[in-house]
């Protein structure tokens, strides 16, 4: 999947088929697709990052290092900080929240 993406370009789960070549479906699962499951994975472990939103609201996902701008991919934040910016957007996202709210966020 990394190499089709970063070989093609920002694509989506459609554009990918599994490794046995079809778009195998899983059953109850959220992200209903095999390449759809892996991408997800990749994302959440930083490696592929969201290019592009559909107005499906389909994810267009690229390689992370194309998507972040260069003077951010060795910046390191503190713990707490990132925790307080993290908190802000939520609040300013929700506007009224519990504390859990802010946090699920």
Known sequence: MLDQVRARG??????LHGPDGSMQRIPGAWHSSEP????????????????????NFARA???AGRIIPPQH?????DR???????????????????AADLADY
Do not use: K, N, S, T
């Open 10 to 15: 920002p694509l989506l789960a459609g554009d």
């Open 73 to 77: 991919h060795a910046r390191r934040v």
């Open 36 to 55: 759809r499951a892996a991408l997800e994975a990749h994302f959440r472990r930083g490696l592929l990052g969201i290019a592009d939103r559909r107005p």
């Open 61 to 63: 996902y690229d390689m």
């Open 80 to 98: 707490e900080d990132a925790q307080r910016e993290l908190l802000r957007l939520a609040g300013r996202a929700l506007g009224i929240a519990a």
